[in-house]
């Protein structure tokens, strides 16, 4: 059990669910090797900070056990930052020098945008929660407990944007149904009309969806996809499904967990709108 999949994969699904259809990047815009950093940087700058925190506590064998013996709630919480106290020497030192980078690069942050604004003017450093400024030397328990609430917080606060889009999108495509029904009359309107219901009627009957990333769900897939005989493993299932095996879930691999979940929603033939029967 990781701290950034547990953090980040409710992100990760609703990405998938409530995200309206994007139009096909331009060939080469994005890197293969970036793949695995794919969304986070959208929602949160310190994304590569984050990433190698997780890296330098990981690579410590007691802390990491500590990790995969905590809950979701001691993650989330916090509380995991407790065991700081306990990861070696070395491990402490690499996190006080990733600090001070990050410290470094904020630093420089600020003193860009007071070149580009006013090159005259003094501006004091912004705020930056995902660490404590207090203790510029070197890396606390309070630096881990700042970094996983200003990431749980941008990860809400992301969930919650494009919920907004889900929602405009949808009244978009309800707009776009009246315009083309407003353009049409007589048998032609009829006709138009009987096959938007046929299509709504297909969508309903499609075998019941599970929540997406519910346990049921995740079962499901343990069961019918992966055909494991045993009783479902949260950590064994991470595995499995990190397939590069750079200990996270980028976006196709998240994908894959819906493949049967789509089946049932276009075994009615109802064309593959993204968003159809996921609501």
């Given amino acids: 059990m990781k701290i950034i999949p547990i953090i980040i994969l409710p992100f990760a699904i609703l990405q998938l669910c409530y995200a309206p259809p994007v139009t096909p990047n331009k060939k080469g815009s994005d890197s293969d090797e970036d793949s695995d950093m794919k969304g986070l940087e959208d929602y949160m700058e310190y994304h590569r900070y984050l990433k190698e925190v997780v890296n330098a506590l990981e690579s410590d064998p007691e802390f990491r056990q500590k990790l995969e013996k905590a809950n979701e709630t001691e993650i989330r919480s916090g509380r995991i930052a407790e065991e700081l106290e306990f990861v070696s020497h070395h491990v402490r030192t690499r996190l006080d020098e990733i600090k001070r980078i990050e410290l470094e690069r904020l630093k420089e942050l600020t003193e860009k945008k007071r070149r580009l604004e006013n090159p005259n003017s ?11 400024h207090s203790n510029p030397h070197t890396f606390e328990i309070e630096d881990l407990k700042k970094l996983i609430a200003k990431t749980t917080q941008d990860l809400a606060e992301a969930d919650r944007k494009r919920k907004e889009q ?62 494991m005989q045993q009783d479902f493993d949260p950590k064994t299932f991470f595995m499995l499904h990190d397939v590069d095996g750079n ?15 789509l089946d049932k929603m276009y075994q009615q033939g109802a064309p593959r709108g993204r968003h159809e029967g996921t609501s």
């Fill in 122 to 132: 003094i501006i004091d450093d912004p705020v930056h929660h995902h660490l404590d």
């Fill in 247 to 261: 200990g996270l879930w980028d976006q196709d691999e998240v994908k894959s967990l819906f493949i049967k979940e």
């Fill in 166 to 227: 889900f929602k405009q999108y949808e009244l978009e495509k309800e707009y776009q149904k009246q315009e083309k029904l407003n353009h049409t009359n007589g048998d032609e309107r009829e006709k138009l009309e009987k096959q938007m219901m046929e299509m709504e009627e297909k969508h309903k009957k499609h075998e019941k969806l599970h929540e997406p990333g519910h346990k049921a769900q995740l079962e499901e897939v343990w069961e019918e996809q992966d055909q």
